[in-house]
């Protein structure tokens, strides 16, 4: 099991570690766990519609970054963000089924039997999927790793999902890069301030502030 630590804490914690040991492998028990706990996330009518891969050996990770940048294809070579990225030992790609959900919403309980996309104006398989990496991301924190979720550029999905195997009908919200955190440079992004809670809580009506605490 993982080690325990107090959940506001481990919130806190978490930050987006773009540069990792490579070294210090993680192992597939640490993975397997995180995704465990990633299948707690919340699901739509509990579709469960998402698959995580693990590529936790250099030729896997390789293989996705080859597919991923066009490395293979003459692109250009990678800066500094996407080297000390690239140093990750384990990779989780987050796959989102929709079929799953127009299935799950056609049965009688539900009854959305035109299996419509208008019924959804949130792609909830996106959404559910993206929970899930939230959940590795912290438990990540809880395990004692560095975590990053990061996207894949549009013209490569198609590309790394031949890569792997993985079906048409998945789609690639996301991936999250595991491993032992090294020092790496303050994000410039940090720089644009953390919005306080009076900024983004709205009470009873959108624009009106909380009340000063008493």
Known sequence: ?????????????????????PRV????????????????????GFSQGWDYLALTDTAQTGA??????????????????????MSAPALVLCLANPTAYLDRYAEPDKGWTDRSLDHWPIPYWDTDVAMGA???????????LGALFFGVPAEAHARVKDAFGVPDDRRIVGVVA?????????????????????????VGRYGEAP????
């Open 211 to 214: 009340q000063p605490h008493s």
């Open 134 to 144: 939230m959940v590795i991301l912290l438990g990540a924190v809880d395990a004692g």
């Open 1 to 21: 099991m993982l080690a325990g630590m107090e959940f506001r804490e481990t919130v806190r914690r978490r930050r987006m570690v773009r540069r990792f040991d």
């Open 178 to 202: 595991l491993g032992q955190p090294l020092p790496h440079p303050r994000s410039r992004s940090l720089r644009r301030g953390r919005r306080g809670v009076d900024e983004v809580l709205h």
């Open 64 to 85: 996705f970054w080859a597919a991923a940048t066009a490395q293979d294809a003459g692109g250009a070579a990678p800066d500094r963000w996407l080297t000390g990225l």
């Open 25 to 44: 492998p993680v192992p597939f028990n640490t993975i397997r766990d995180l995704v465990e706990l990633a299948t707690r996330a919340p699901s739509a």
